[in-house]
């Protein structure tokens, strides 16, 4: 039988025991002789380098400490090995960040968890300081099994777009679809062990910590594991927590339109998992009209992802009175104004200037700080409520805040198209609702605590 030279080569490989040259573009993230480009961060925990390692031990008394890079990172194929020298626990940050507005410079993001407990979950996807667990290893008997305690461990995370993938030993752990944010940096965790002198002095080893950030996709591996997305779902501990779905994703369970009894018969549709207001030229409630929930709220935390299209207008509003405006135009309430700042000549209007703007609360408060992503891709709001104190929050910044039933307050109202209503925005409690502005904006992911 005749072999093209193209058939002996790898022929020729496996018989002088060789492999095929690794083309894959990788970056060392660590020097292996300091901690050049990485910094500590939250708790004390002591960080060394010993034999090319990145070590770090347990202190007493401190919180989570984190060793991160200096550098943001977006997409990429992440991989490193780790040992641990006694069971505790600890992971590895991806996609995470530190703000002095969030929990005073508290890091928080994506984290590959190390678990060396009875539970086993190492190898799954941790929201650290957010949503808790996102991707636990329950009932996932093989995945459990990966990690070799006292041993070196070698992990794999492909972070691309939204899709995470991640393999312990070669053996996939977890793969899990969601957007909460787009990039951030590495860290390297030592967890805190508070004042237990049992877990002191216990040290993390890291080595081989290498990246892909150059088309990651051309490298990414097939897993044998089904993706589990996060829209529309409570997160395995958003459950424990007291999280509420105000959205199923399926239907209109639990909304009415704010001048009507029932749904709207139009003007809302609901496809693939996601909540859209209809294009209908741009005008105030023109169409299916506003739609808030059916129950009221005062002291609350609310989540809502949207995604506006070009030049769009919207709104989420909160505290809302529908009893105040029976005639033309949207209910009456405090809003989270939802705009394309670029196209739309409302971000030039107000009576503050910029008080019309994506984020801000509308006509009263400019919001500052903004980090929103572009038009046609989904964003994150959060609003804040408690007592008279409110929070306006934009993929995990926050923009604004202030304080209802005050003279500043007050005043900002006087000074607003709003103080024809009486009262405006200091009733102690109301509805919260979505905007129909004529324009095509979509929402989900509609999440609220109220505890």
């Known amino acids: 039988m005749r072999h093209s030279i193209f058939t002996l080569i790898p022929i020729l490989f496996l018989a002088l025991g060789c492999a095929p040259e690794d083309t894959t573009p990788w970056v060392d993230l660590f020097n292996g002789d300091n901690l050049d480009g990485w910094s500590r961060l939250g708790g004390e925990a002591v960080y060394t380098v010993e034999d090319g390692e990145?070590?770090?031990?347990?202190?007493?008394?401190?919180?989570?400490?984190?060793?991160?890079?200096?550098?943001?990172?977006?997409?990429?194929?992440?991989?490193?090995?780790?040992?641990?020298?006694?069971?505790?626990?600890s992971g590895v940050q991806i996609r995470s960040n530190s703000y002095p507005e969030y929990n005073n410079n508290r890091v928080h993001g994506y984290q590959i968890e190390i678990d060396p407990s009875d539970r086993a979950w190492t190898?799954?996807?941790?929201?650290?300081?957010?949503?808790?667990?996102?991707?636990?290893?329950?009932?996932?008997?093989?995945?459990?099994?990966?990690?070799?305690?006292?041993?070196?461990?070698?992990?794999r995370v492909e972070a691309i777009g939204d899709t995470f993938r991640v393999w312990v030993n070669d053996i996939p752990t977890a793969h899990l679809v969601d957007d909460m944010t787009r990039e951030g940096f590495f860290g390297l965790q030592v967890h805190g062990i508070g004042d237990n002198q049992d877990n002191e002095g216990i040290n993390i080893r890291w080595r081989n910590i290498r990246i892909v950030t150059e088309q990651p996709g051309l490298y990414a591996r097939e897993i044998?594991?089904?993706?589990?997305?996060?829209?529309?779902?409570?997160?395995?501990?958003?459950?424990?927590?007291?999280?509420?779905?105000?959205?199923d994703g399926e239907t209109t369970e639990g909304w009415r339109g704010a001048k009507l009894e029932d749904f709207p018969e139009s003007g809302w549709e609901i496809s693939d998992g996601v909540?859209?207001?209809?294009?209908?030229?741009?005008?105030?409630?023109r169409a299916g009209g506003d739609i808030v929930t059916l129950d009221t709220y005062s002291d609350f935390e609310l989540r809502v992802d949207f995604k506006l299209t070009p030049g769009a207008n919207s709104g989420i509003k909160y505290f809302v009175d529908t009893e105040l405006n029976k005639a033309e135009g949207s209910a009456i309430g405090l809003e989270y104004q939802l705009l394309d700042d670029e196209l739309h000549p409302d971000a030039k209007l107000g009576n503050h200037e910029g008080s019309r703007t994506l984020g801000s609360l509308y006509d009263l408060i400019k919001a500052e700080n903004k980090n929103s992503n572009p038009i046609?891709?989904?964003?994150?709001?959060?609003?804040?409520?408690?007592?008279?104190?409110?929070?306006?929050?934009?993929?995990?910044?926050?923009?604004?805040?202030?304080?209802r039933n005050t003279p500043e307050f007050n005043q900002l109202v006087q000074e607003s198209k709003y103080k024809v209503w009486p009262g405006f925005g200091t009733w102690e409690e109301g509805y919260l609702l979505l905007q129909d502005h004529g324009n095509r904006v979509s929402f989900r992911n509609i999440k609220i605590k109220t505890d």
């Open 54 to 89: 990145v070590v770090g031990t347990t202190v007493l008394n401190t919180p989570n400490s984190f060793l991160c890079t200096d550098e943001h990172f977006s997409d990429f194929i992440l991989e490193y090995e780790f040992k641990l020298d006694a069971a505790t626990n």
């Open 123 to 155: 190898g799954g996807i941790y929201d650290e300081a957010r949503r808790g667990w996102l991707y636990p290893l329950q009932d996932m008997p093989e995945a459990q099994e990966a990690y070799r305690h006292l041993e070196w461990n070698k992990v």
């Open 275 to 285: 909540l859209t207001v209809s294009e209908s030229g741009g005008e105030e409630s």
């Open 224 to 247: 044998a594991l089904p993706a589990v997305d996060n829209y529309n779902k409570l997160t395995f501990s958003e459950e424990d927590w007291g999280w509420e779905l105000l959205w």
């Open 376 to 403: 046609g891709e989904w964003n994150h709001a959060r609003i804040v409520s408690s007592g008279n104190h409110v929070e306006h929050w934009l993929n995990g910044r926050r923009l604004l805040q202030y304080k």
